[in-house]
């Protein structure tokens, strides 16, 4: 068994489409929003939307880091990437997705020195081969990826490795999702609530969402299997409640070294993200004593005020008020060569989604 | 961004290591891990395994659909 192609087989997932025709009332709306943005990839990939039956509606949520970044960490990146003798580092999406007025691609073009890294263990392999410059990695994603930025500073530490610092743009999922249910501008009644997240984190941090505000939440892997399991589990729960489809991977607890990890090093922080503004403690900030580490402290970068572009719908997308089809600049102006906004640029953005398998999509206007 | 890879142990060197899967040989570390072994399916983020892939819930899962 290898994890993968067992959980795409064709045949279990029209099973499971059978089972999930079979258990939905036909006079009850089920709006479930798909919180990861590896989940809208996967969905829209798969096609699964044409299998539903038409009173399941798929909304696209937050759950993509780099499409949440907001333009003033894009900004900062860039004037820390201009600086003298700087390298900065980061995971490959963020490189294209614009900043208020320019993006660490055309900086790089410009002669600002940014690369592309897999992993954070890559920045801390570089700055050991290159003394003489100062490396940055640019910190940003949710709960999955926080505790390996947080180990490669306990590692940078350790090794007495000077000349290695991270920009930290983390974000923490529970915190914003309260927003977007007080918010209430969507009409959500199910989340799927990302796996990855839960890996490190378990099942306790979104207790409110079932407890407090009546959600049917399952925490679902990202195989088309597995998230045609997450609706009918969804369909068929009969109170509100956090329940695990993906059980292969998911400890109710989550994973403490990790979680140990992350408190070590972070703590919690009101964050900005794109199109939903300041969430309280829903970021990481970078803790005092690791603070030599910290690049905003390290660099001080100084920019002028982020400014949004109007032509972008991005932040309403990312709320799910909006489909990308509503944005005026989709598809022609914004286009996954030439993006507008970074909802077209990541992999995860539900633009790109959008515009990668829009015949999926149609009929979901 | 959260995408993540299982991947089988092969090789464990302290902290270190690699995984494979289908043929790809990746370099991993395991510091977020508790006892990783040889043999053992983990899952892969950003060069770390960060929790283990349990063989057994995944079987118990495709048996529950073989028999629907």
């Known amino acids: ?365 | 961004m959260c995408l993540a890879v299982p991947m089988k142990i092969v090789e464990i060197n302290g902290n270190e290591g690699f995984v494979e899967s289908s043929g790809l040989k990746r370099k991993a570390n395991f510091s977020l891990l508790k006892n990783p072994k040889v043999g053992e399916y983990v899952l892969l983020h950003a060069g770390f395994a960060i929790e283990r892939v349990k063989a057994k819930e995944a079987q118990k899962t495709l048996r529950m659909f073989e028999s629907i």
């Open chain 1, 1 to 365: 068994m290898k994890y993968v192609d067992e959980f795409r087989n064709r045949r279990l997932i029209e099973r499971v489409a059978g089972q999930i025709r079979g258990a939905v009332n036909p006079d009850c709306a089920y709006n479930i929003m798909e919180v990861c943005g590896t989940h809208t990839m996967s969905i829209f990939r798969f096609g699964l939307r044409d299998i539903l039956p038409p009173n399941i509606r798929l909304i696209s949520g937050p759950g993509c880091p780099v499409c949440v970044t907001p333009n003033e960490f894009i900004d900062k990146a860039m004037a820390i990437a201009n600086m003298k003798n700087v390298i900065i580092m980061t995971f490959g999406d963020m490189i294209k997705v614009p900043g208020s007025r320019s993006s660490l691609e055309k900086e790089k073009a410009g002669g600002a020195d940014v690369r592309i890294a897999y992993s954070s263990l890559d920045a801390l392999e570089l700055a050991k081969k290159h003394p003489d410059k100062e490396i940055v990695f640019l910190g940003i994603g949710f709960e999955t990826t926080a505790p390996t930025v947080a180990q490669s500073l306990i590692i940078a530490k350790k090794t007495k490795l000077k000349n290695y610092s991270v920009l930290c743009g983390h974000k923490t999922m529970p915190e914003v999702m309260e927003t977007l249910v007080k918010d209430g501008s969507i009409k959500v009644d199910a989340f799927m609530l990302p796996g990855h997240v839960s890996a490190i984190i378990g099942l306790k941090p979104y207790g409110f969402l079932s407890k407090i505000y009546k959600k049917r939440c399952v925490i679902s892997g990202f195989e088309p299997l597995d998230m045609m399991q997450s609706i009918l589990m969804i369909v068929r729960q009969r109170k509100p409640e956090i329940e695990v489809q993906y059980g292969r991977i998911i400890e109710r607890d989550g994973n403490p070294l990790a979680q140990k990890c992350m408190n070590d090093i972070f703590e919690k922080f009101p964050s900005v993200w794109r199109g939903i503004g300041c969430v309280k403690d829903s970021g990481f900030k970078i803790k005092k004593s690791y603070g030599v580490f910290d690049a905003e402290l390290k660099f001080r970068p100084r920019i002028e005020r982020p400014k949004d572009n109007i032509r972008c719908f991005c932040g309403y997308i990312l709320k799910g008020t909006k489909t990308p089809y509503d944005c005026p600049s989709f598809a022609g102006r914004c286009t996954p060569e030439n993006p507008v906004g970074a909802c077209m640029v990541s992999g995860e953005g539900t633009c790109a989604a959008y515009y990668k398998y829009g015949k999926d999509t149609v009929s979901s206007r």
